[in-house]
């Protein structure tokens, strides 16, 4: 209840534009943010069927029935595509996600990537 509401969001969105002095960056973080809650909405079922509600706001509690569950095959098939898109801009690009924990870690990443599918055409690497 803390995390997944406007409030919550908002305040989010106002430290990344402060950090990277960038309104874009806070405006790319609240639409992600209000993404995150509206794939809670449509598919967080409990397997016991328990509708996941998002407290959009304090007495504002938003719930729909048609709810599916979390390890239901939309779900599987919408993380498969985006680890798909992440892996390969990260292999086209040079650099992922996981560079935000370890420059190290994202630098290993990208080379294991390129060792198995090879060098994407232009980067002279």
């Known amino acids: 209840m803390l995390c997944h509401n406007l409030p919550f969001t908002t305040v989010v969105a106002g430290l990344a534009a402060a ?5 874009k960056a806070g ?3 609240f639409v992600s943010g209000h993404l995150h809650l509206l794939g809670d909405l449509i598919g967080s079922k409990g397997p016991e069927g328990h509708i996941w ?3 959009y706001l304090p007495g504002v509690e938003l719930a729909w029935s048609g709810q599916w569950e979390l390890n239901a095959w939309p779900n599987v098939v919408l993380t498969l595509v985006a680890l798909a898109v992440t892996f390969r801009l990260a292999w086209k690009r040079g650099y992922s996600p996981i560079g935000v924990l ?3 870690a994202d630098r290993a990443f990208v080379r294991a990537l390129r060792r198995r599918f090879g060098e994407p055409q232009g980067t002279g690497s």
């Open 19 to 23: 950090h990277c002095r960038s309104w």
């Open 102 to 104: 370890s420059a190290k």
């Open 53 to 55: 509600s998002v407290p």
């Open 27 to 29: 405006a790319l973080v």
